[in-house]
C-alpha cells in the first residue's frame, strides 16, 4: 500500500491577486518520483514554492509526514527533511564547491565532512572539483552541486524545480541516474520537469495540471499512454 510523506490537500497560491494554484491536490510516496507536467504558465513553479515554504498559500494544507506544516518556513522545513532545490539561483557561484556543501549542511552538529565525501560518492563529478568555484562548472556539474546541497541534510521529501533544463543530452542521463540512485535509498522525489517523455518514463505517479489546477493523475507510463496526454504534452514543445 502507498503511503504519503507528503500530501498537499486543496491549495491555492499566487502573488497577491488572484491565485494560480487553484485547489491542487498531490501526494508524493517514499522510495517514488512523483511528476507534476502541464504547459508553460499552469502553476508548476508556483506550486513547488508553495509546498516548500517560499510563498504562503491563500488556502489549503501541506502536510509532510502527517503534520500540518503550512505555515512554517523553508528553513524549518528543510530541518524536519522536506528540501526545495529551485530551478534558478540553487548554488553560490562565488563560493567554492565544498563551501557551497557546507552551506548545504549547516545545520548538521556532526559528520560534515562524512556527508560531503558520501556526496562525492554520488556525484563523483564534484570529487575533484571541490575547490573550484561554483560558477566555474559546467551547467550539468552545477546541477548536480544543487542537489547534492540539497542531500546534505538527509531529506525525507526531495523537491526538484526542472533539474535537467537547459542541459545536453549527457547531462540530463546523468542527472537522471543520480535521481533514480537517490530514490532507491528511500528519498520521496517531487519534480517538475520539462522532458514529459522521459519524466513520465520514470515516474511512479504523475500530475498533470492546466490552467492552475489538477486535470488527471495516475501512474506514470499510464498517462504516457493516454492520447489526451501525449497529444498535448509530449513532444519538443513539451515543457
Known sequence: MREAVLAVEELSVGYGGAPIVRNVTLEATKGEITVIIGPNGCGKST???????????SHGRVLFQGKNVTAESTERLMRKGLCYV?????????????????????????GLREKIDQMCDIFPDLKSSL??????????????????????????????????????????????????AIVESGVAVVLVEQNVRRALTRAHWGYVLAAGGNVVD????ELLADPRITSLYVGEAAT
Open 47 to 57: 506550486l513547488m514554492k508553495a509546498i516548500s515554504g517560499v510563498l504562503r498559500p
Open 86 to 110: 529551485p530551478q534558478v539561483a540553487n548554488i553560490f557561484p562565488s563560493l567554492t564547491v565544498r563551501e557551497n556543501l557546507e552551506m548545504g549542511g549547516y545545520s548538521l552538529r556532526t
Open 131 to 180: 575547490r573550484r568555484k561554483a560558477r566555474t562548472l559546467s551547467g550539468g556539474q552545477q546541477h548536480m552541486l544543487a542537489v547534492a546541497r540539497g542531500l546534505m541534510v538527509d531529506p525525507v521529501v526531495l523537491l526538484l524545480d526542472e533539474p535537467t533544463a537547459g542541459l545536453a543530452p549527457k547531462a540530463e542521463d546523468v542527472i537522471w541516474e543520480r535521481i533514480l
Open 218 to 221: 495516475g501512474p506514470g507510463r
